[in-house]
Structures are given as C-alpha cells and as structure tokens.
C-alpha cells in the first residue's frame, strides 16, 4: 500500500533566509533566496520569494520539498 502525503494536511514549514541569491523574473520581481529550515538547521534549499525580502526574515513554506532552478 502506498501513502502519499497530501499537501492540505502537511503542517507548514518555518524557514530562515540565511542569503540573497539574487533576483528573477522577467522584471525582476521575484529574488531568489536559500533558507535554512529552523526545525532541522542542517538541511537548505534555494526558494523564488516574491514581495520585499531579506537576510534574517522567517518564511512560512506551505510546501518544503521543492527547490528552485538556479539563477543564470
């Protein structure tokens, strides 16, 4: 039997902006950003941000498991 986790019941996720990566987008409205995971400080992923951002800011990730492609 296989047991998938479905999104409207996982918990949301705390998150810590530990760097500005840069931004994204077609006008530059979106900044990609790497967070640190405040519940398991070891794990980082790069997550797109949109709105007014910066280093120390908590975001609340309704969905953790997702990266975002790298800036070119």
Do not use: C, H, W, Y
């Not at 951002?53 to 969905?63: K, M, P």
């Amino acid at each position: 039997m296989l047991v998938v986790e479905s999104t409207k019941n996982a918990q949301p996720k705390l998150a810590k902006v530990t760097k500005v990566l840069g931004r994204t987008g077609s006008r530059g409205g979106v900044t990609q950003v790497r967070v640190e995971f405040i519940d398991d400080s070891t794990r980082s992923i790069v997550r797109n941000v949109k709105g007014p951002v910066r280093e120390g800011d908590v975001l609340t990730l309704l969905e953790s498991e997702r990266e975002a492609r790298r800036l070119r």
